[in-house]
């Protein structure tokens, strides 16, 4: 049986296709992949208020929303630098 997580073993391939787009996406899973464990921490503290969950929530989204903009911009650049390889010619790319 193979113990090597899914994901990593498609982000491991698809970054052979796409380098930078993935070394974002690879960085991105870690984040996401210790926030989790942070929250999973966090679970077992049943003293939060629900003020203090709600906080919590509105800081989350908040953070969601400043990403995807980042996401945003940092796709917005690659496209760009494809179409400048693609408009190369065939000789400046060999």
């Known amino acids: 049986m193979n113990d090597k997580d899914p994901i990593a073993s498609s982000a491991e391939a698809a ?3 796409h380098p930078p787009l993935m070394q974002v ?3 991105d899973l870690a984040v996401l992949k210790r926030k989790d464990n942070d ?3 966090q679970e077992g503290a049943s003293d939060m208020t ?5 906080s919590k929530i ?3 989204s908040d953070e969601i929303d ?3 903009e980042e996401n945003r911009t940092m796709q917005e650049q690659i496209n760009q ?9 065939d000789a ?3």
Do not use: H, V
Request: glycine share 0%; aromatic share 4%; net charge negative.
């Open 25 to 27: 996406a690879t960085q």
């Open 15 to 17: 970054a052979k296709s």
């Open 58 to 60: 509105n800081q989350l």
């Open 50 to 54: 629900k003020e203090q969950m709600l």
């Open 66 to 68: 400043a990403n995807e």
């Open 81 to 89: 630098l494809y179409a400048r390889i693609d408009s190369m010619p």
């Open 92 to 94: 400046a790319t060999e």
């Open 39 to 41: 929250m999973s921490n």
